[in-house]
Structures are given as structure tokens and as C-alpha cells.
């Protein structure tokens, strides 16, 4: 199976005392596993990406079906090729306790057994008994080149993290750290000592999070979107993998 290491998640603290009606249900999660994606992953992975990247409420809830497929076929893609190095790895629920979970306004609490030829725009809203061994989130690891120079006509190569997303009901359970470490390991066995990703600056959980993993800013990357209409600014950051 290739698994990076298992962890025991910490409860969801920030939310006691304050019961939200309209939030989905938590995931109960009790130990997380990592490890590289397959085939049978895509679907399920498809759904978590587009929750976690588009927007599923209103009226662009109409083009889901074809950003899942869009995703789905991007994905496959990259799982196939073998030019570059690259690792999709997926985070599971190791747990073997059985946890019911029944949320009607949830997509991704569909079943995740559902067979491989199921169409990508089928409901997504039957409650479900959630046991082990069930898909929570996913990242995506590989490299980019700097710019070419006259010393390096082709740039260098740096390791890149991408694509972190983790299901709605998973969040705050310790699942995303769990992924980003397993990317850190897996570009050690690369033969890098740093890694490299972006974020946005108003994602202030995602950059509180990679603050206490040790990721620092390298540079503000100012975009036309950024400075003429108001939209966030990418922060690239980077992480030292030796320790000094």
C-alpha cells in the first residue's frame, strides 16, 4: 500500500459550546493514514477537489458536473504520466470503529463505494456508515523549474506542493497536517532539502497552519487581479527540510 505513517487526530475544540444548525456534520475521524492515490481514487477525489475549489451553492451549482469531470480526466492524466516525477497522495480514515453520519445538505456524504462507472453527476445525498479506510483528502506533489539563466539554461528544479483539499466534514482533524508531512518525506526520498507552495493571504486558517509546520515567506506575488480588482495576493512560501 505504500503508507507514509498514521496519526492520531486531535477533536475539533473551536466549535464546542456553539452548535451551528446549518454546518455539516463533523467526520469523526480517529486515525489518519497516508498513502500514494490509485485509480479507484479519482472519483471520490474529483468530488473533494471541486468542494473544496469551486463554488457548490446558487447557480453555478449547474456546472459541478462538468468541473468534477474536468478534474476527473486532469487527474487520470497525471496518474498515468511518467515523465516527471510526481506523487498524488490521499489521506484515509484508519480507524475501524463504525461512525454514522447522516447530513442531507452535504454532497460528499455520498457513499464512497459507489461503482467506477457511476456517472460523476449523480446525487451525491444519502446518509452513509461511515468505517475505515475511507478517503478524507488529497494533495498533489511535484516539480516546477525556475526561470532558465545563462548559468542554468533550464532552470532549477524545485519540489511543489498543489491541490491540498480535504472533505468538509474532515477539516480541523488533523488530516491536512498529516498530508503536507507525508509531501515533505517524499520530497526528502526526491533528494531536496526545501519545499515550495503557495497560498493565499486571506486563507488565514491554511497560513496559521503552515506557520506551525514551519513554512516561511519567500515573496508577495502581485498578479492584475490582485492589484486592479481587489482579489488576494499569493504568498509563496517555502520549508527547510534539513534540520540546522
Not at 66 to 89: F, N, T, V
Not at 202 to 222: C, S
Amino acid at each position: 500500500m505504500n503508507f507514509f505513517g498514521t496519526a492520531r487526530s486531535q477533536p475539533n475544540s473551536g466549535s464546542q459550546g456553539r452548535p451551528n444548525p446549518s454546518s455539516v456534520s463533523r467526520w469523526l475521524v480517529s486515525d489518519v493514514a497516508v498513502r500514494r492515490a490509485t485509480s479507484q481514487d479519482l472519483r471520490t477525489l474529483s468530488e473533494i477537489l471541486a468542494a473544496s475549489f469551486h463554488e457548490t451553492q446558487g447557480w453555478r451549482t449547474w456546472l459541478l458536473p462538468l468541473i468534477r469531470l474536468g478534474i476527473y480526466e486532469d487527474l487520470r492524466h497525471r496518474l498515468r504520466s511518467s515523465q516527471h516525477p510526481h506523487a498524488c497522495l490521499v489521506a484515509i480514515d484508519g480507524g475501524d470503529r463504525p461512525r454514522l453520519e447522516h447530513d442531507l445538505d452535504a454532497p460528499l456524504d455520498a457513499p464512497l463505494n459507489a461503482p467506477l462507472n457511476a456517472p460523476l453527476n449523480a446525487p451525491l445525498n444519502a446518509p452513509r456508515l461511515a468505517r475505515g479506510n475511507q478517503l478524507l483528502g488529497t494533495v498533489e506533489l511535484s516539480l516546477k523549474s525556475t526561470p532558465a539563466t545563462a548559468w542554468h539554461m533550464n532552470g532549477l528544479s524545485y519540489p511543489y506542493i498543489s491541490n491540498l483539499a480535504v472533505r468538509p466534514q474532515a477539516r480541523r482533524c488533523g488530516v491536512a497536517r498529516q498530508l503536507l508531512i507525508a509531501c515533505e518525506q517524499t520530497a526528502l526520498e526526491w533528494g531536496f532539502r526545501d519545499i515550495y507552495l503557495h497560498v493565499l493571504d486571506n486563507n488565514l486558517p491554511a497560513r496559521a497552519l503552515y506557520t506551525q509546520l514551519g513554512y516561511r515567506l519567500r515573496r508577495v506575488e502581485l498578479t492584475w487581479g490582485a492589484t486592479w480588482f481587489g482579489q488576494p495576493r499569493q504568498l509563496f512560501l517555502s520549508k527547510s527540510l534539513i534540520r540546522s
